[in-house]
């Protein structure tokens, strides 16, 4: 599994940005947040049972991730015409203010080392991409148990601080000093 300190891998995937089939779809790539700090998380499947409760989490919280210069985009290895079906099916999924890309190929999963070899599917997995494309954080829970997207938030301020910062700061609490 790709880890810190390493370059987050090129990718060209389909976006899933609207429900309006004539503008719901937008390519994106590594480049497309060029100096944004980026949140990339992976959901095993469209249309099951935990994965919805964490896109809509981390939606509920795309406005704090913004504020802070970052980019949120979601993927899984459905293609963008499924996704598109889940946000006019799921009510919490409708209005998602960030990209639901398609990973079909499997290619950005497969690089990142994060496809499970058991289901074939992208592991429940979170990668922080600094502006200049390393990864700085991974975050990788079992596909039955749901993240904390607000532990994600609390991981990039600290790295934001670029200081050393105790378990369990949150922004605003003071930083640690080497002696």
């Not at 499997?106 to 390393?134: H, K, M, N, W, Y």
Request: charged share 25%; with cysteine; proline share 6%.
């Amino acid at each position: 599994m790709l880890s810190i300190g390493q370059k987050f891998p090129q990718f060209s995937l389909t976006g899933v940005v609207s429900n309006d089939l004539k503008n719901a779809f937008q390519p994106f790539t590594q480049d497309s947040f060029q100096g944004k700090w980026q949140i990339v998380f992976f959901w095993p499947k469209d249309f099951t049972f935990v994965c919805p409760t964490e896109i809509a989490a981390f939606g509920k919280l795309d406005k704090e991730f913004k504020a802070r210069d970052a980019q949120v985009l979601g993927v899984s290895t459905d293609s963008e015409f499924v996704h598109l079906a889940w946000r006019k099916d799921k009510e919490e999924l409708r209005n998602l203010p960030f990209p639901m890309l398609a990973d079909i190929k499997r290619e950005l999963s497969s690089a990142l080392g994060i496809l499970d070899p058991e289901a074939g599917v992208a592991q429940r997995a979170t990668f922080i991409v600094d502006p200049q494309g390393v990864v700085r954080f991974v975050y990788v829970t079992d596909l039955n148990v749901g993240r904390s997207p607000e532990e994600v938030l609390r991981v990039l301020d600290a790295l934001q601080t670029d200081e050393l910062c105790p378990c369990n700061w949150k922004q605003g609490e003071d930083t640690l000093k080497a002696a």
